[in-house]
């Protein structure tokens, strides 16, 4: 073959490629989609944030957690501020968020908070916050005990380990002892990218505990939102880029097996489960290239979607709530509680609604 005829070969297969690739990557980011107003009554916006609230979780007599303020490298953010934890009381009939102290030799400065868990011990009631934290980038989890009396955080430990690298969410399983999603495989930025670029499904969830450490299911394209099933039976993880929440068995707490895969249509951050039937409320960016781009011109928007009856034949998957962004920008979770849901965001604001 000529040179000529080599080179031209070889540009149509680049074409080729990067065709593929836009195509893909298109549907990944699911950037055709239209999206409908569809929304629930009584909404306001919450006073005092206004620059994400990436994660939130509400635990039995109402008090929610907010974990505010998450930076991202590539991701538009509002404050060079650290992060914060607040609370907010859902019975109250205005609620108001109120920061928690935190107490102890912890760098508050750094503080760059990210996926949140309650855990209660049995034994004395006693309530820990797990946190994924991302100083200088880095990712590691920190354990707090929620003193109530004093509205504080006191700091117990920090949990570094090489299989926690690229952490987003977490749920607590014990005192010291969790589940956690990384959702990247690669640490550094660039090669982030052509993670993503390539969508390589090389994300995993690891089991952590003093005496174990380990990838306990992996295959994820951008392993993101996980969360226990009431009676703690199931594990469900999202996975942004394949639009879906996998749900797994607890056999062992390092033997995991694999049960369904359910598809929700929408990027699928975050998972909160209503607490008196089970079903799991996701808080979803229907747009993935605005939300990363995030212009306030064109800004991305905000879904909620609810799985009802999971374990079921018939897994039933609906639309609960959807912006263009003209309310509410990049919504990552939604946290119901009883006739209320609490919408919060990666870098805007937080709503809430009663439930329809
Ligand atoms: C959202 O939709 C409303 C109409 O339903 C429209 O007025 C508004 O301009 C739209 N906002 C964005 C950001 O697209
Ligand atoms: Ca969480
Ligand atoms: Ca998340």
């Not at 609906?318 to 609490?342: E, M």
Request: glycine content about 8%; aromatic content about 8%; overall charge negative.
């Amino acid at each position: 073959m000529g040179k000529l005829a080599v080179l031209s070969l070889a540009v149509v297969a680049l074409a080729v490629f990067i065709g593929e690739r836009l195509v893909t990557l298109r549907h990944v980011a699911l950037s055709y989609r239209e999206l409908t107003q569809n929304y629930l009554p009584n909404c306001h916006l919450i006073k005092g944030i206004e620059c994400g609230s990436e994660d939130i979780t509400i635990i039995d007599d109402g008090l929610a957690f907010l974990s505010t303020g998450v930076k991202a490298p590539g991701l538009p953010f509002c404050s060079d501020d650290p992060g914060k934890i607040y609370t907010l009381n859902l019975l109250d009939s205005e609620p108001k968020i109120k920061a928690l102290s935190i107490k102890g030799d912890f760098d508050q400065d750094t503080f760059n908070p990210h996926g949140i868990s309650v855990y209660t011990d049995d034994k004395d009631g006693t309530m820990y916050l797990f946190v994924i934290n991302h100083p200088r980038g880095n990712s590691q989890v920190e354990i707090f005990e929620f003193v109530k009396d004093e509205h504080a955080l006191k700091y117990i430990k920090t949990i570094e380990h090489e299989l926690l690298h690229s952490v987003n969410d977490i749920v607590a399983v014990g005192t010291e002892s969790f589940y956690a999603t990384n959702d990247h495989y690669f640490s550094n930025e660039i090669l982030k990218i052509v993670e993503n670029f390539f969508t390589l499904p090389w994300c995993d969830v690891i089991y952590y505990s003093p005496e174990t450490v380990q990838v306990v299911a992996d295959g994820f394209l951008l392993a993101n939102g996980i969360n226990l099933s009431l009676d703690k039976r199931y594990l469900y993880v999202s996975d942004v880029l394949k639009h879906t929440v996998t749900v797994l068995e607890i056999k062992k707490n390092t033997v995991l097996s694999r049960v369904k895969e359910i598809n929700v249509g929408s990027l699928a951050d975050n998972i909160e489960l209503d607490r008196e039937s089970g079903d799991l409320w996701i808080g979803c960016h229907p747009n993935g290239f605005k939300f990363m781009l995030g212009d306030p011109n064109d800004p991305p928007g905000s879904e909620v979607i609810k799985i009802e009856n999971i374990h079921s034949e018939k897994p039933l998957v609906t639309q609960v709530y959807s912006d263009n962004g003209s309310v509410i920008i990049g919504s990552s979770v939604a946290a119901p509680y009883r006739g209320k849901v609490l919408i919060g965001t990666v870098y805007h604001k937080v709503l809430l609604c009663d439930r329809k």
